[in-house]
């Protein structure tokens, strides 16, 4: 089953027009899984499986973010026009942009839901902050790039890339992430780490979440 299937339910002779809007936030290179390809087929390609499996409809509002590297950026933008989108240098310049959209989309009320084309766990924060607000949140990822915390924080709403369906937690391949700051390493001798817990773990992040 693809998201799409049952986003929206328009009864009678409704249009499209009558479900909530949907917020898109594409992270390009993650969904990529190469922020410097220049291949617009490639590009292409793996936009419109996005679109397909996160139920895009016109009327629908969509940055799609991306580092700055220079050719990479202009087939990026080339292969999916007539949407906003974003550049940011440095580590996480990308996701930084999207988490910024996600944080106006919690104050604008202008949304009923929104969609994050991302595996990484940064996003972790976006979910947190749009739940709070009331706004749905699913989650469209590539398989091999999906970082177990993020699956478990969408409870069921995370989607895999290809179309090919729920990707469930149990399913999704633990991925190590970038080092954060360890609450836990404060704690010393009294909270060894064991061979079953690694340190800047996603279960680490959320035990203390």
């Known amino acids: 089953m693809l998201m799409a299937d049952y986003i929206c339910s328009v009864p009678g002779n409704a249009t499209v027009a009558s479900c909530?809007?949907?917020l898109h936030?594409?992270?390009?290179?993650?969904?990529?899984?190469?922020?410097?390809?220049?291949?617009?087929?490639l590009i292409r390609s793996v936009f419109a499986q996005y679109r397909r499996t996160a139920g895009?409809?016109?009327?629908?509002?969509?940055?799609?973010?991306?580092?700055?590297?220079?050719l990479h950026?202009?087939?990026?933008?080339?292969?999916?026009?007539?949407?906003l989108h974003r550049r940011r240098s440095g580590e996480d310049g990308a996701d930084l942009e999207l988490l910024d959209e996600a944080d106006w989309a919690s104050r604008s009320g202008r949304f009923g839901r929104v969609v994050?084309?991302?595996g990484d766990r940064i996003f972790m924060t976006a979910i947190d902050v749009l739940r709070l607000a009331d706004v749905a949140?699913?989650?469209?990822?590539?398989?091999?790039s999906l970082a177990t915390c993020l699956a478990l924080q969408t409870r069921g709403h995370v989607f895999a890339l290809d179309g090919s369906g729920e990707i469930r937690p149990s399913a999704a391949r633990f991925r190590r992430p970038r080092r954060l700051?360890?609450?836990l390493s404060r704690l010393g001798p009294l909270a060894?780490?064991?061979?079953?817990?690694e340190p800047n773990s996603c279960v680490e992040l959320m035990a203390s979440a």
């Open 192 to 197: 060894p780490m064991t061979s079953e817990v």
């Open 73 to 83: 950026v202009f087939e990026v933008e080339a292969a999916w026009p007539g949407v």
């Open 181 to 183: 700051p360890s609450p």
């Open 25 to 41: 936030l594409v992270d390009a290179d993650n969904l990529l899984g190469d922020p410097n390809t220049v291949d617009r087929g």
């Open 56 to 70: 895009y409809r016109a009327g629908d509002q969509v940055v799609v973010a991306t580092g700055r590297n220079g």
């Open 20 to 22: 909530e809007r949907t």
């Open 116 to 118: 994050i084309g991302s």
């Open 137 to 144: 949140v699913d989650v469209v990822a590539r398989r091999e």
